[in-house]
T-cell receptor, first 111, second 113 residues
Framework: DQQVKQNSPSLRVQEGRISILNCDYTNSMFDYFLWYKKYPAEGPTFLISISSIKDKNEDGRFTVFLNKSAKHLSLHIVPSQPGDSAVYFCAASSNNNDMRFGAGTRLTVKP | DAGVIQSPRHEVTEMGQEVTLRCKPISGHNSLFWYRQTMMRGLELLIYFNNNVPIDDSGMPEDRFSAKMPNASFSTLKIQPSEPRDSAVYFC???????????FGAGTRLSVL
């Protein structure tokens, strides 16, 4: 079953604008959420995470927002750069659950 | 540390052949994961080891798939016999613990003709 869902397979954004990638989850036991970034021919690499005790975590141009009541999180990239073009995976885990990944969203940032 | 090392990077084989994918996790990591990436399903967890012991293999698609971790520095994923629908990119990842950040290898792209 798809416990973590990324409903947008792709997103195109102009350079300098904000990119917003969305993720929904169904398992209310998840308490730790992560975003991974994947370039072609490489493995996914960790980007940013958030614990369920927070609703926002920021790291430079990247901010993750968590809405526990809606079981929704989002990744904001601002300003977007062409080098941000990649596939972004949302992941969620808890003490009693293996980490589950979404299907990914392909972000393209146009110069 | 060189990170998670997977071999081979590419594998092309014929239907019915045995395929063995290899993984060397990061030294000191206690958890190892095998994933399969497809266009339709994204990253699927196949099996997870903790301290070399398989903990959850519910993601393994069928009996043709098997995985072993004979020691803390090596794991294999075997497909016997392989089928065209097994064609995908297979990733290995390791982490300090099950819920910790996972570090991925570069993947093995498998093509079964």
């Amino acid at each position: 079953d798809q416990q973590v869902k990324q409903n947008s397979p792709s997103l195109r954004v102009q350079e300098g604008r904000i990119s917003i990638l969305n993720c929904d989850y169904t398992n209310s036991m998840f308490d730790y959420f992560l975003w991974y970034k994947k370039y072609p021919a490489e493995g996914p690499t960790f980007l940013i995470s958030i614990s369920s005790i927070k609703d926002k975590n920021e790291d430079g141009r990247f901010t993750v927002f968590l809405n526990k009541s809606a079981k929704h999180l989002s990744l904001h990239i601002v300003p977007s750069q062409p080098g941000d073009s990649a596939v972004y995976f949302c992941a969620a885990s808890s003490n009693n659950n293996d980490m589950r990944f979404g299907a990914g969203t392909r972000l393209t940032v146009k110069p | 540390d060189a990170g998670v090392i997977q071999s081979p990077r590419h594998e092309v084989t014929e239907m019915g052949q045995e395929v063995t994918l290899r993984c060397k996790p990061i030294s000191g990591h206690n958890s190892l994961f095998w994933y399969r990436q497809t266009m339709m399903r994204g990253l699927e967890l196949l099996i997870y080891f903790n301290n070399n012991v398989p903990i959850d293999d519910s993601g393994m698609p069928e009996d043709r798939f098997s995985a072993k971790m004979p020691n803390a520095s090596f794991s294999t994923l075997k497909i016997q016999p392989s089928e065209p629908r097994d064609s995908a990119v297979y990733f290995c990842a390791s982490s300090l613990g099950r819920e910790d950040i996972q570090y991925f290898g570069a993947g093995t792209r498998l093509s079964v003709l």
